[in-house]
């Protein structure tokens, strides 16, 4: 099932309709170079849950989540969305904000190879329906609510709509007629772990469907590969120099392509580090995370990075607001090109990204939005 592949000649092809594989010649140099490993996702963060085990990966307010409670968590989920009726090579529409659920979920996904759609939550009726009827979605993942908006009363109607999507999962109050995904989180599965197993999921196929920006019209829908976006995140690691003893903050939306792979969740899980979520972007909420856990990495846009007289006072000032945090500032260090992205690193007064000190700052912009 899915997209095919020939180790002898490298020709792929993929059963999934509308999605174009990598020309051949393509393939055989990025395997013949070693960029791809014909791992799925799956086993490529199989290996990493099982390395890292003891570690904590993911922090969501006061919760701190292992590697290996991440994997048994997101593990059980998968089995549950199997018994709901998912299946590899399904397409789920995935809109949830910053919040360890997504993760789960997005790992659960991984496992029995579904394909989630990164929809963000400020998407509605006109974006949904469409990315559910483009790809052929069998579910719709969504909070209750968010904000004033009521999101299981959209999916509803895109359920009405378009008879393919057969399952609304809600984070929250689940309305009749939909599955509750905290349920799905904390039940005890009917399937034994080696239904999981059993699964065969190609590497060659998408492993996510990103979303173009939307610049004229609703964004399209961007195919990547379990094997490109694993080297995607690998490689963006190293150029970023995300460690096992990285702590990187997300307040920008997790399910962008940067934020979640560039070198994103994807890439510092993959180097050991830790995640920290945040729902909040106010300069203050930011700067007390950064103190708290001692973040190293930072997502932010280039709006953001130019206007760090934002920060609160005592952050200008290089004064530390938790009484437990050393003194430390941060201050503008340069661009740097990498390829058509721009990093932004800065370091902080001891260097050592001791609580108060942001050592590193990343971020992608175009070009004409940075200067040299």
Known sequence: MGASTDPRTTQESSLLE???????????????????????????????????????????????????????????????LLDAGLAPLDRVVVQLPNVAEFVYLYFALQKIGCIPIAALVTHRFLEMSQFAKLSGASACVTPDRYGDFDFTEMVGRV??????????????????????????????????????????????????FQLSGGTTGVPKLIPRTHNDYAYNSKIAADVCKVTGESVLLLALPIAHNMPLACP??????????????????????????????RVTHLKVVPAAARHPERRPAHAARGEAAHPRARPGRVRAGKFRHVGRDALLRSRGGSGRGAAGDLRAADFVGRRSETRR
């Open 18 to 80: 509308g999605v174009v594989p990598f020309p051949p010649e393509f393939a055989r140099r990025y395997r013949e170079k070693g960029y791809w490993r014909d791992r799925s996702l799956a086993d490529e963060f199989a290996t990493v849950f099982e390395r890292y085990a003891g570690r904590v990966a993911l922090i969501d307010r006061d919760a701190r989540v292992t590697y290996a409670e991440l994997d048994r968590v997101s593990e059980r989920l998968a089995l549950n």
């Open 264 to 293: 994103g969740m994807q890439g510092t899980l993959f180097s050991g580090g830790k995640v920290v979520l945040s729902a909040s972007t106010r300069p203050e909420d930011l700067f007390r995370l950064i103190q708290q856990h």
């Open 159 to 208: 359920r009405r709509e378009i008879p393919a999507v057969k399952l609304g999962i809600v984070l929250g109050e689940a309305p009749e007629g939909f599955l509750s995904l905290a349920e799905l989180i904390s039940r005890r599965p009917k399937q034994p772990v080696e239904a999981l197993r059993k699964l065969r999921i190609d590497p060659s196929d998408p492993a996510i």
